[in-house]
């Protein structure tokens, strides 16, 4: 059973660059037909997709936050991250890293993480 787990500061100054990485264990980031996205859900709102990234690296992101995006993945720790530039307040949300098994069908979560961009 596969397993995510997101890690990272809970804190960003404004205009800073957030990281965020997810660790998964159970399985492996480069078995073909799997994507590993984030997620986030700001408060009082619902899930926004922000992009993924595929088992042979390639990726996709959300077009609204194309320009401050970026995924990466490290396969030897079958790890991948988000960075997420010039953050505002508005970014404040849970972050969540998810596998997507197919046309976002996201079937494995990790438990999220609270990240605040102060105003």
């Known amino acids: 059973q596969v397993q995510l787990q997101e890690s990272g500061p809970g804190l960003a100054k404004p205009s800073q660059t957030l990281s965020l990485t997810c660790t998964v264990s159970?399985?492996?980031?480069?078995?073909?037909?799997?994507?590993w996205g984030w997620i986030r859900q700001p408060p009082g709102k619902g899930l926004e997709w922000m992009g993924v990234i595929a088992y042979d690296g390639s990726t996709s992101y959300s077009p609204s936050l194309k320009s401050r995006t970026s995924i990466s993945r490290d396969t030897s720790k079958n790890q991948f991250s988000l960075q997420l530039s010039s953050v505002t307040p508005e970014d404040t949300a849970v972050y969540y890293c998810a596998r997507d098994g197919g046309a976002r069908n996201f079937d494995s979560w990790g438990q999220g993480t609270q990240v605040t961009v102060p105003s």
């Open positions: 159970g399985g492996s980031i480069t078995t073909s037909s799997y994507r």
